[in-house]
């Protein structure tokens, strides 16, 4: 729910954590199930009717609670080893089906930590975040083969960074918006998202319960934080750069476990009095966020990523499962949020109090080391004694096509693609003119740009040798060509007419096709030199 009630500033505060009580994780489910109620207006008017009633109304509670998965969750942290402290595991698992939430690690113990980072502690997400991009371009119509750059450095207007763009590193090639995943591209996803457009993808974080915190100034001067919707005017925003809550990413990514509907995350089944008067009962409030298509599309990609992407280490023995990495900028904060059909789990590990690097047995922590291992560890016991059941596969696609995007100062990473021309010809042809003459890829001299054609990435003091190197190999190919011919032509014995057309055709068609792929490349070369 969104307020304009402050939050403290700052909201890892906590005490000194000791070394054993680092990953134990008891107590946050029940004070959660506790601050519930005590807000729940079907047990008193006031505060002080619901106090009353939760600590001397003799109230049956019924929560969402599942014990043996409480103690999966809480034996999965120790894959994590001990700091002393300095790093908590966070875990949050939700049914897809209704939003219950089924096991929740909200920090080491709440003795030590007040703080329940699971739904109270704001981390960014990374790029678990990129979730929503994928959501929001699929239901906008894209398709899993559709191909995106995803060249690196990638560039983009914006007025407040400095010198008026915003500059992002992490991609590599052009390739599907399922192989972008795979390698969590930041550059790719950067690109998808201003291609589907920001406002989509604010929209479809929040439609899924997403929020999250923004400095205020009140009319008193006084300054704080305060809850509020996703913003879609930050250029960042696909790369997880605005704080959230582990539990609601867990709900948000149950979206696609369970066909495109939303459940909201909730702790609290029924609550009877003491003679069993039903004084309260949850009603599931599913709504349709995308498509069921969309939503099986997504998992399709989430599921390969786990296959053979970035989360590869969360795969189980035996269940299907699906999910995305996360790693914050300074591998501040890890994450790794996937599902099954049964089951949508966050884990998150971080600094309690602030944005401290990971860095664990001396080697900066990503989300697909200890996150996705702790994922893995908590749903293999919990899968082991359901039966093991796949997604249900979307429907057959469109072919894929190319996603152009540029701005005024990034071309989108496009550029000329190169073109290979292998002729195939017969044996005594191949044995004429060797295969290096016959089947040479011709590859373009230049690159398109804004200005025209140029040599790329070749410092002017090697543009001549460059271009009569290329020219002499041309010349030569011809007159290997040529060679041969009068080889023939003067071999002792009679000469076959049916060999020599042969040689003499061939040498013209490569002659012919050579010219006509490099004569105007060589001769705009040399100009340039000339000029």
């Not at 190999?473 to 000469?495: D, F, K, Q, S």
């Amino acid at each position: 729910k969104i307020n304009d009630t402050p939050l403290p500033t700052q909201v890892f505060e906590r005490e000194k954590a000791t070394a054993q009580a680092q990953l134990v994780g008891g107590s946050y489910f029940s004070e959660t199930v506790k601050q519930v109620l005590l807000d729940l207006p079907e047990l008193g008017a006031t505060a002080q009717d619901r106090y009353d009633a939760v600590f001397t109304g003799g109230l049956r509670v019924y929560t969402t609670y599942e014990p043996a998965a409480q103690q999966a969750a809480e034996a999965a942290t120790l894959k994590v080893p001990d700091s002393g402290g300095k790093y908590f595991v966070g875990v949050a698992a939700v049914d897809p089906k209704n939003g219950a939430v089924r096991a929740m690690v909200g920090g080491p113990d709440f003795e030590t930590s007040k703080v329940n980072y699971v739904t109270q502690g704001w981390r960014q997400p990374g790029s678990s975040f990129k979730y929503f991009v994928l959501m929001a371009a699929i239901e906008a119509g894209y398709v899993p083969n559709d191909t995106i750059s995803g060249a690196s450095p990638c560039k983009f207007p914006d007025p407040t960074a400095k010198d008026g763009v915003y500059v992002a590193t992490g991609g590599g090639k052009t390739t599907t918006i399922t192989g972008q995943t795979q390698v969590s591209s930041n550059c790719g996803f950067l690109r998808l998202g201003q291609t589907v457009g920001l406002d989509r993808v604010a929209d479809m974080a929040n439609r899924m319960g997403m929020s999250t915190i923004e400095s205020y100034t009140g009319e008193d001067g006084s300054t704080g934080l305060r809850e509020t919707p996703i913003p879609s005017d930050i250029l960042s925003l696909p790369l997880g750069s605005k704080e959230v809550h582990p539990v609601n990413m867990a709900a948000a990514y149950a979206t696609a476990a369970n066909d495109g509907i939303y459940n909201p995350p909730y702790y609290v089944d029924k609550v009877t009095d003491a003679k069993g008067k039903v004084l309260y009962q949850h009603q599931s409030e599913g709504t349709r966020v995308v498509s069921v298509e969309t939503a099986r599309l997504v998992t399709q990609v989430l599921a390969k990523n786990v296959t053979g992407g970035t989360g590869r280490k969360s795969a189980l023995k035996e269940q299907e499962s699906a999910g995305k990495t996360g790693t914050t900028q300074e591998n501040a904060d890890t994450w790794f949020v996937g599902y099954t059909p049964y089951l949508s789990t966050a884990v998150w590990l971080g600094s309690p109090t602030g944005r401290d690097k990971i860095v664990i047995k001396g080697r900066a922590v990503m989300g697909g080391d200890y996150t996705a291992q702790v994922w893995q560890a908590f749903n293999e016991p919990y899968h082991a004694l359901l039966p093991s059941i796949d997604f249900e596969p979307p429907e057959p696609t469109r072919k894929g096509k190319a996603i152009r995007y540029t701005n005024k100062v990034d071309r989108g990473g496009t550029t000329k693609k190169p073109t290979t021309t292998t002729t195939v010809l017969a044996a005594t042809q191949r044995r004429a003119f060797g295969f290096a003459a016959i089947a040479a890829p011709a590859r373009p001299l230049f690159a398109r740009t804004p200005n025209g054609y140029r040599p790329p990435m070749r410092p002017l003091d090697r543009e001549l040798p460059w271009c009569a190197g290329r020219t002499v190999r041309e010349l030569l190919a011809i007159t290997g060509g040529l060679a041969i011919v009068a080889a023939e032509l003067y071999r002792p014995g009679p000469v076959d007419p049916g060999n020599l057309a042969v040689y003499v055709l061939a040498t013209l068609l490569l002659a012919v096709r050579w010219f006509a792929a490099r004569a105007a490349a060589v001769g705009a070369c040399i100009g340039a030199i000339v000029q």
